[in-house]
């Protein structure tokens, strides 16, 4: 097996370019000091040139230079330099970082070669930690947002309306090519949560971060009869922001659980994994999302300040809501915008009379005379 002097993890959020860029720089300035280098790539067809734990033991030194989830919890131990894969696009700049590497181990030779600010081992600010997470999200949604776009977009050459069935351009086709990519489409904001969470907490969170991401788009259904909640009512989700949340939630839900069942014996970690970190995390992860649902769901009618709606009349949320209906952002019946009402209460849309006819949507009651 063939040792080498690097190895080194590239990745990208999308998986195309600037990942194979920081390899072929990483290979050149390794060839320019006469070392040996095995670069790993992380791009959208998967993992490529993949290292063995017989390379990872064997190489002195490692660089990591990803915006994403690159498993770097196998280099422990080993020196290492871990960045942005934007710092390691140029040869000039993948020297440095292999100088620093090499640095790490104690290696005089190169020590005295590397710039005073790159001997400082750089640590991961909080910031490129939370971006690194999002972008693994983003980078396996986006074959998703790809596929469902695409064909959702040739389902409308047979015509804009070809998907339904009441319509003159209808076409079977069509339709299912409308069916095929909106399903594609619904799933980007679960795959979004559950690979934010899965950067987090590695595989036992991919399980809460598909439900966080599920919850984020369907809400807290509520009954629109009893203004209860009812498993068979309709709810109104949070989209992209919500996803977001859920998967960083549901990702740190499972470290947390992972210290809570830190002291329980080692021949229950089987138990562990395939029971209780998918119903604890699940649990924790739903309710906390359905709690956060339900005040979304009842600033739906003031959705610019959606965070003030606990705090607010109803009286205050009202020029807001005329504007959001006005524009066409909201569909729906609206809510009553008060803290007082929990569950939110679903208030029938109000009639108007000839002079406010021209509207796109009528006003609410209170501007009513």
Same mark, same amino acid.
């Given at each position: ?125 909080? #910031?490129? %930690?939370?971006?690194?997470? +999002?972008?693994?999200? &983003?980078?396996?949604? *986006?074959?998703? $947002?790809? !596929? @469902? ?39 980007m904001v679960p795959v979004l949560s559950a690979y934010i969470a899965e950067s987090i ?40 922001? #919500?996803? %977001?949340?859920?998967?960083? +939630?549901?990702?740190? &839900?499972?470290?947390? *659980?992972?210290? $809570?069942? !830190? @002291? ?106």
């Amino acid at each position: 097996m063939a040792k080498f002097d690097i190895i080194a993890a590239t990745g990208c959020p999308t998986g195309i370019a600037h990942t194979f860029m920081a390899k072929e720089a990483l290979e050149k300035a390794a060839a320019e000091r006469g070392l040996t280098i095995k670069v790993e790539t992380h791009g959208q067809v998967g993992v490529e040139n993949e290292l063995t734990k017989s390379e990872i033991a064997g190489a002195k030194a490692v660089v990591v230079a990803a915006d994403k989830d690159v498993q770097a919890e196998r280099f422990a131990g080993k020196p290492m330099v871990s960045v942005g894969v934007s710092k390691a696009l140029s040869v000039e700049a993948a020297g440095k970082l292999i100088d620093r590497a090499l640095a790490a181990k104690g290696d005089d030779t190169v020590a005295a070669a590397a710039d005073v600010e790159d001997d400082v081992e750089e640590k991961e600010s909080i #910031g490129h %930690i939370i971006y690194k997470h +999002l972008m693994n999200g &983003v980078s396996h949604m *986006l074959v998703f $947002v790809v !596929a @469902g776009g695409v064909l959702t977009a040739v389902s409308f050459l047979w015509g804009i309306t070809s998907f339904d069935s009441t319509a003159s351009d209808y076409n079977s086709f069509a339709a299912m090519l409308k069916i095929i990519g909106g399903i594609a489409m619904n799933l980007m904001v679960p795959v979004l949560s559950a690979y934010i969470a899965e950067s987090i907490g590695k595989r036992p969170a991919l399980v809460p971060g598909f439900v966080a991401g599920m919850i984020a788009i369907q809400g807290l259904p509520v009954n629109a009869e009893t203004g209860m909640i009812d498993a068979g009512g309709a709810g109104v989700g949070f989209g992209f922001l #919500g996803g %977001i949340v859920g998967g960083f +939630l549901a990702g740190y &839900v499972i470290l947390l *659980l992972e210290k $809570v069942f !830190a @002291g329980l014996p080692k021949n229950l970690d089987g138990l562990k994994a395939i029971f209780l970190y998918p119903l604890f995390s699940t649990a924790i992860v739903g309710l906390v999302m359905l709690g956060i649902s339900g005040p979304m769901a009842a600033s739906r009618a003031c959705p610019p300040v959606a965070p003030l709606s606990w705090v607010l009349p109803s009286a205050a949320c009202a020029p807001l809501t005329w504007a959001a209906r006005s524009t066409r952002l909201l569909t729906l019946p609206v809510p009553l915008c008060s803290p007082r009402h929990w569950p939110p209460v679903l208030a029938p849309i109000p009639t108007t009379s000839a002079p406010t006819s021209w509207l796109p949507f009528p006003p609410p009651a209170s501007f009513r005379r």
